[in-house]
């Protein structure tokens, strides 16, 4: 059977490309990379002290990575779904998940809905500027007693004939951007006993009178994004502020939910592969008891039960991406990809701390701050329990 | 029968009381500062809790480990990881080498001020290429005329900063190990240079790396024989790890009343939290785990009581049950707690990163294993 030359060897340093991506998307994913560690990478430290600059965004609009996945007749680059996928992967390069954060709820968050359901003027009056990195975006549906459950929020938009306007008033909170941002995407109630019928979605300027930026909230982590509790009190728009069809706001946005949450798990396998890294390197430079602590059996098993963990991950995440770039709405593996990475991130950091020891505890090493930033993913977008209940439901349970 | 008896629980009221009403108040604002102030201590040594365990002769109280181990599970209620951490480190830590293997002129000079807090003790061991590996230290101890001089750096020492005299672990051979440590009492001077360390939790606490230039401690300060300090070592992992045992059971519980407090008020889909089996379930978990983890907790002090110190299994089994089970149980209510949990506002995060020290601390969860199968002739 086996000659000299049927031996094979495994070849653990191949590329291991992916055959959703092409050259161009490794040509992007270079090009991202060497941007987030020459351009961002290097101010990290100090943003989660101050939070990024708003002047970020521009920069990134210059780059073009503000609308990679967005149409050409819009200023973005025309690319497919992967494109924003490199982006999310690569931006871990940045070594700064609140900053990360920030640009996803810009352009994976916020701007899907105006591009899917928003008028021509609604799309040339935000979209355009958003893409070149000039105007600001914030989605509003967390409310300070209403979180998972989105049909149960308060903010309500009351029409008014005399002036064919809305009269909003309510609170939101946790909103990713909310100080910086230039515009909301506000989710309100128009009926309130309609429901889920009953909800529809706002393009609200952050400057209209009644628009409250309240305090900023201090978190367990994702320190360089800015988190804001709004208040709207009596804030007047006119009815072509209304983004989508009336009523339809909780389906608009349970759509732009699906996205988000896979763009948020292929952040998580990113980030857990980094951590990863740079643990496997302090293991094979961290003596212990005379030899290298990656060389004891259980550190090894770790590192093992970790690589396993962000494989199924990442394919996972490709596996579901590739059908939604087909045009499918794969809610259920969207909901699995985005459980599954976000718990697998976490308990990947978590290792990587215990192996770190006392190093693992203190801030100059970067890992707990990886843990703290990682941790959000089980709770953003989503919790656990809404992604359990979403693939439960989806079997008729 | 409770290794508790009617003195001990009147003592947990009063320092329940105590805590309660002077530290817990202050526990925000101390994380914030990424400081508590000094004097906390004299706080505490005005109500006697700096030396509960050590007899009326030096300042103390006369009581004994059960009463420290009361005051070490309340400690938990101040709500800051940190603050427990530098009062544990005084008492717990930093002072019981020099009680159990000082002279009496030692005792005189150390310990009866840092019951009287006016003095604060730290001890350092570690070293930032000696962690799990104490036989890896490199900090060494010269014999010079009159005493020795020490050379080093010891890393992640709690009150590092603030200490006034450090129980400090060097060589005194040239190969170290387990047979060439010695400890010293190390005071304050030019040649000792702490910075302070920033860390995942424990913000309110004092954490350093400390540079050893050049330090003479004269003769009388060493502590125990020489190279005798790894017995001095293992005698106070005991009750280092037996303590964070009681603090992790301590911190649970308040998480678990938090929570279930959160629970009951908050309202999604028209129902309290505790309407859905699967949260009322997770909180049962909770529940069992911090039952089984002060049983655990409480037969090992038991056992460490009667047999004076000699429970190395049993205390070692409840180190690593209650570290990892503390941090389970608090990202578990964290989770409970959905976007409030990741906010300060709410301070399950901050019990949550205070918890994370546990596995790691005094002894890694590894280390714990290793003993173990030591222990059980693996």
Request: glycine residues 10%; aromatic residues 10%.
């Amino acid at each position: 059977m086996a000659t000299a030359d049927s031996v094979l060897k495994p070849d653990h340093g191949a590329a291991r490309k992916h055959f959703i991506f092409t050259d161009e998307h490794e040509q992007l994913r270079e090009s991202v990379r060497a941007f987030a560690q020459k351009e961002l990478a290097p101010h990290a430290e100090e943003w989660e002290e101050t939070t990024f600059p708003d002047s970020v965004f521009p920069r990134f609009g210059e780059l073009g990575f503000l609308g990679l996945d967005k149409p050409e007749q819009y200023g973005g680059q025309g690319g497919d779904y992967y494109t924003a996928l490199v982006l999310a992967e690569e931006m871990v390069h940045a070594r700064s998940g609140g900053l990360a954060m920030g640009i996803a709820v810009h352009t994976d968050m916020a701007m899907p809905p105006i591009l899917a359901f928003g008028t021509e003027e609604q799309k040339q009056e935000w979209v355009v500027p958003a893409i070149k990195g000039e105007k600001i975006l914030c989605l509003g549906i967390t409310e300070p007693d209403a979180g998972s459950d989105v049909a149960g929020i308060k903010t309500r938009a009351v029409y008014d004939e005399a002036t064919d306007e809305y009269v909003i008033n309510g609170s939101k909170t946790y909103i990713t951007n909310g100080h910086r941002a230039d515009v909301i995407v506000l989710v309100t109630k128009t009926d309130p006993d309609a429901g889920h019928g009953g909800i529809t979605l706002f393009l609200v300027p952050m400057d209209t009178p009644g628009v409250i930026r309240e305090k900023r909230l201090e978190k367990l982590g994702m320190h360089a994004s800015d988190t804001a509790l709004l208040a709207f009190q009596d804030v007047r728009v006119p009815s072509s502020a209304v983004l989508g069809e009336k009523g339809k706001g909780f389906y608009h946005i349970s759509w732009e939910l699906q996205g988000e949450r896979l763009i948020g798990a292929a952040g998580c396998v990113a980030g857990a592969q980094n951590c990863f890294d740079m643990t496997l390197k302090y293991a094979n430079e961290r003596n212990a008891f005379g030899r290298s602590i990656g060389k004891f059996q259980v550190i090894r098993h770790k590192f093992a039960e970790m690589a396993v963990k962000i494989e199924t991950a990442r394919q996972m995440v490709y596996t579901t991406a590739w059908r939604f770039n087909n045009g499918e709405y794969p809610v259920r593996e969207i909901s699995m990809a985005k459980l599954y990475a976000s718990r697998i991130a976490v308990e990947v950091a978590d290792e990587c701390i215990q192996i770190h020891g006392g190093a693992g505890y203190m801030k100059e090493y970067g890992v707990e701050r990886v843990w703290r930033d990682l941790r959000l993913n089980r709770i953003g977008a989503g919790t656990d329990e809404i992604m359990l209940e979403v693939i439960g439901r989806s079997y008729g349970l | 029968m409770s290794v508790f008896a009617d003195e001990h629980e009147a003592l947990r009221e009063s320092a329940r009381r105590f805590v309660l009403a002077e530290l817990r108040p202050h526990a925000r604002e101390w994380e914030r500062a990424r400081w508590f102030p000094d004097e906390v201590f004299g706080r505490c040594a005005e109500h006697g809790f700096l030396g509960l365990k050590y007899p009326e002769e030096y300042g103390g109280q006369g009581g004994d480990y059960v009463h420290e181990a009361v005051f070490a599970e309340e400690l938990a209620h101040c709500g800051s990881g940190g603050l427990a951490a530098g009062i544990g480190a005084h008492v717990n830590i930093a002072t019981p080498p020099i009680f159990k293997f000082g002279t009496a002129d030692q005792k005189e000079r150390y310990l009866r001020p840092a019951i009287a807090a006016e003095k604060i003790a730290a001890l350092a061991i570690t070293e930032p290429d000696a962690g799990s590996d104490v036989a890896g230290i490199k900090t060494h101890a010269r014999r010079v005329d009159g005493g020795w001089v020490l050379n080093g750096s010891k890393m992640f020492i709690t009150n590092g900063v603030r200490a006034h005299f450090w129980v400090t672990a060097a060589k005194t051979t040239g190969e170290g190990g387990h047979h060439g440590l010695s400890f010293f009492i190390v005071d304050r001077q030019d040649g000792v240079k702490p910075s302070k360390i920033e860390k995942m939790g424990w913000h309110a606490g004092d954490t350093a790396l400390i540079a050893l230039d050049d330090v003479f401690v004269p003769d009388e300060n060493l502590l125990g024989g020489e190279n005798q300090g790894f017995y001095l070592i293992m005698a106070n992992f005991q009750w280092e790890r037996l303590v964070m045992a009681l603090g992790a059971v301590g911190a649970m519980q308040v998480a678990y009343d938090k929570t279930v407090e959160f629970a009951k008020q908050r309202n999604a889909f028209g129902r309290p939290l505790t309407g859905f089996q699967t949260l009322r379930h997770k909180l049962a978990d909770v529940a069992t785990t911090v039952h089984t983890s002060r049983v655990v907790t409480y037969d090992a002090l038991e056992r460490f009581v009667r047999t004076e110190g000699d429970a190395v299994k049993e205390v070692t089994m409840a180190k690593l049950a209650t570290q990892r089970a503390c941090f389970d149980v608090m990202d578990t209510c964290l989770q409970i707690h959905g976007g409030a949990g990741y906010m300060e506002e709410y301070e399950i995060e901050r019990m949550a990163r205070d918890a994370r020290l546990g596995p790691i601390g005094g002894g890694t969860d590894e280390i714990m294993r290793e003993i173990l199968a030591k222990v059980l002739a693996l």
